[in-house]
C-alpha cells in the first residue's frame, strides 16, 4: 500500500466515525423525545440529513443503535466521573466531587443519559440475536463497574469517618437514583452559561450528598 493509499484509509475511516458518532447523537435525541418503539430509522436518518442505507451501513438495526448509545452514554459519564474517585479529599468529598460531575455530565448529554437511565427493558431483549445479548452483557457488566466505583468511594468514605456508616450498597443505589432524577426536569436554557450549570449542579449535588455526610452540621 502507498502512503497515498494509506492516506486515503485513514481519511475513509476518519469520516466513517464522525457520520457514526453525528448517527448516535441524532439517535440520542431522537429516543429522548419521541422515546424508542415510536422512534424510526426514517427519523435518525433525517435529523442527520442522510439516507436509510447510510445508517444501515453502521448498523445493523435499530435495536443496535440504542445499544451504542448506550454505551457511549456509559463511557462519556465514567471518563468524566472516574478521575474524582482518585482524587484528593477524603470519601465525602470524592463523592461529592463525583455527583457532580455525573450531574453534569446529565445536563451535557441529556439524550444520552435518557438512553442509559432507560436501559433495556425486558420485552425488547426477548427477541435478541447473540451478538446483542453479548452486548447487552458488557453493558450490564460497564454499569455494574460504573456503580462500583461508587461503592468504592463510599466504603473509604465509612472507613475514614467522612460517610455515615451505612450500607454502602443501599446508599449508592439511592444516591444514584437521586442523581440521575434530574433528567426528569432538567432542559438546557438557550444562553446557559457553564457557570450556571456547574452552580446548579453543585446544588443539586448538596442537597443529594450531604444526606451520607458524617460531618456535623
Same mark, same amino acid.
Given at each position: ?20 458518532? =453525528? ?12 422515546? #424508542? ?14 439516507? =436509510?442505507?447510510?445508517?444501515? #451501513? ?30 484528593? @479529599? %477524603? ?27 432507560? @436501559? ?25 463497574? #460504573? ?7 463510599? =466504603?473509604?468514605?465509612?472507613? %475514614? ?34 457557570? /450556571?450549570?456547574? /452552580? ?5 449535588? %448538596? ?11
Amino acid at each position: 500500500m502507498s502512503v497515498d493509499d494509506t492516506m486515503s484509509a485513514g481519511a475513509k475511516s476518519s469520516v466513517s466515525d464522525t457520520t457514526r458518532q =453525528k448517527i448516535l447523537d441524532a439517535a440520542a435525541d431522537a429516543f429522548m423525545l419521541g422515546g #424508542y418503539s415510536t422512534t424510526t430509522i426514517d427519523d435518525i436518518a433525517n435529523s442527520v440529513g442522510a439516507t =436509510k442505507g447510510l445508517i444501515y #451501513y453502521h448498523f445493523r438495526s435499530k435495536f443496535d443503535i440504542f445499544l451504542a448509545v448506550y454505551k457511549e452514554g456509559m463511557v462519556r459519564t465514567r471518563s468524566q466521573v472516574e478521575p474524582h474517585a482518585h482524587g484528593s @479529599g %477524603d470519601g465525602f468529598q470524592r463523592l461529592l466531587n463525583m455527583s457532580t460531575a455525573h450531574v453534569l455530565q446529565i445536563m451535557a448529554d441529556l439524550g444520552y443519559h435518557q438512553v442509559v437511565h432507560e @436501559g433495556v427493558r425486558e420485552q425488547r431483549s426477548a427477541a435478541l440475536r447473540p451478538r446483542q445479548r453479548e452486548q447487552l452483557a458488557e453493558l450490564n457488566r460497564l454499569r455494574a463497574e #460504573y456503580e462500583e466505583l461508587f461503592r468504592s468511594v463510599a =466504603k473509604e468514605g465509612i472507613e %475514614d469517618g467522612s460517610v455515615r456508616p451505612l450500607d454502602p450498597n443501599l446508599l449508592v443505589r439511592t444516591l444514584l437514583s437521586s442523581l440521575n432524577a434530574v433528567d426528569m426536569w432538567f432542559r438546557p436554557r438557550a444562553g446557559q452559561t457553564e457557570e /450556571e450549570l456547574s /452552580e446548579l449542579a453543585g446544588q443539586v449535588t %448538596d442537597i443529594v450528598v450531604n444526606g451520607v455526610s458524617n460531618h456535623a452540621p
